[in-house]
T-cell receptor
Framework: NAGVMQNPRHLVRRRGQEARLRCSPVKGHSHVYWYRQLPEEGLKFMVY????????ESGMPKERFSAEFPKEGPSILRIQQVVRGDSAAYFCASSPGQALTGELFFGEGSRLTVL | AQTVTQSQPEMSVQEAETVTLSCTYDTSESDYYLFWYKQPPSRQMILVIR??????QNATENRFSVNFQKAAKSFSLKISDSQLGDAAMYFC????????????FGQGTRLTINP
């Protein structure tokens, strides 16, 4: 059984470019969460999505960041006009519709480096 | 909003000894989940142990056990017979039983195992 798949694992962008991070949840999971981890810090919640809907985006910066989880295909976290402060590890997690165990299943993360 | 606090940025323990990591949280809810996740140098988030708030019995997983004090809003992790492979960042996390169901993480505790 495939777990949460994130790609790319590593992404390097120059300031001003766009970064797109993809996340395929565990098969059958309809809830996706994105977290950001700055160096030597904990995971900060960014956004929670269900298929075609954003449920909670309270942790998303107001500008340059967007997320989607289309009916078909992976969830995408998009960062426009990246700045050096966007350098971080971005983790995706998924859960089934019914929180049977409460657990979120995490991907291995995508590490973004902005030059 | 719920908050999770880990007051120990770093801990160290001798191999084969026992160590306890502290976690407190703040919530007005009565039903919720609590978790400990481990993040080794690979940065993969690994679930260590889970506790449901309605259960009075403390969860145990092999060498890992928790001391859940609901009234005190405390959720400590005890690692017995520490092994070199236990070296990692440990994150305490809270998840509502209902509603947005995002995980709220503490700041993390870096655990070092001394051979």
């Amino acid at each position: 059984n495939a777990g949460v798949m994130q790609n790319p694992r590593h992404l390097v962008r120059r300031r001003g470019q766009e970064a797109r991070l993809r996340c395929s949840p565990v098969k059958g999971h309809s809830h996706v969460y994105w977290y950001r981890q700055l160096p030597e810090e904990g995971l900060k919640f960014m956004v929670y999505l269900q298929k075609e809907n954003i449920i909670d985006e309270s942790g998303m910066p107001k500008e340059r960041f967007s997320a989607e989880f289309p009916k078909e295909g992976p969830s995408i976290l998009r960062i426009q006009q990246v700045v050096r402060g966007d350098s971080a590890a971005y983790f995706c997690a998924s859960s089934p519709g019914q929180a049977l165990t409460g657990e979120l299943f995490f991907g291995e993360g995508s590490r973004l480096t902005v030059l | 909003a719920q908050t999770v606090t880990q007051s120990q940025p770093e801990m160290s323990v001798q191999e084969a000894e026992t160590v306890t990591l502290s976690c407190t949280y703040d919530t007005s809810e009565s039903d919720y989940y609590l978790f400990w996740y481990k993040q080794p140098p690979s940065r993969q988030m690994i679930l260590v142990i889970r506790q449901e708030a309605y259960k009075q019995q403390n969860a145990t997983e092999n060498r890992f056990s928790v001391n859940f004090q609901k009234a005190a809003k405390s959720f400590s992790l005890k690692i017995s017979d520490s092994q070199l492979g236990d070296a990692a960042m440990y994150f305490c996390a809270y998840r509502s039983y209902q509603g947005a169901q995002k995980l709220v993480f503490g700041q993390g505790t870096r655990l070092t195992i001394n051979p």
